[in-house]
């Protein structure tokens, strides 16, 4: 119920941003993160924003800096923009739609966050980040 965009293959340094949009509900209703899975990895939550009514966010510390999200309420789509693209951002990126507000988790102090919580998903896309 969720479809993502906006991946392919861009050189290290580089920018991409990631569409995440819904055609059967209003994405402004609900918590959407975006999680990750690189190749031989668990997935790991990058970031996520809340509801319409309470847009705070959170990022996984890799990324805080060069990562921004945010909506369109018209579009309903919620972007994830991506700057200054490292290799080690190469993963297939999801996202989910669950509850009002972002419920982050750190099973690992320090590690990456979960975001619990999430109901609805989509495929993912794939970005490859490289030279």
């Known amino acids: 119920q969720l479809v993502e965009s906006g991946g392919g293959l861009v050189q290290p340094g580089g920018s991409l941003r990631l569409s995440c949009t819904a055609s059967?509900?209003?994405?402004?209703?609900?918590?959407i993160a975006w999680f990750r899975q690189a190749p031989g990895k668990e997935r790991e939550g990058v970031s996520c924003i809340g509801s319409k009514s309470d847009e705070r966010t959170n990022f996984t510390n890799s990324v805080k800096g060069r990562f921004t999200l945010h909506r369109d309420s018209a579009k309903n789509t919620v972007y994830l923009q991506m700057y200054n693209l490292k290799p080690e951002d190469t993963a297939v990126y999801y996202c989910?739609?669950?509850?009002?507000?972002?419920?982050?988790?750190?099973?690992?102090?320090?590690?990456?966050?979960?975001?619990?919580?999430?109901?609805?998903w989509g495929k993912g896309t794939l970005v490859t980040v490289s030279s």
């Open positions: 059967r509900f209003t994405l402004d209703y609900y918590a």
């Open positions: 989910a739609a669950g509850g009002h507000m972002c419920v982050v988790k750190h099973p690992v102090p320090g590690g990456p966050p979960i975001y619990n919580g999430m109901e609805y």
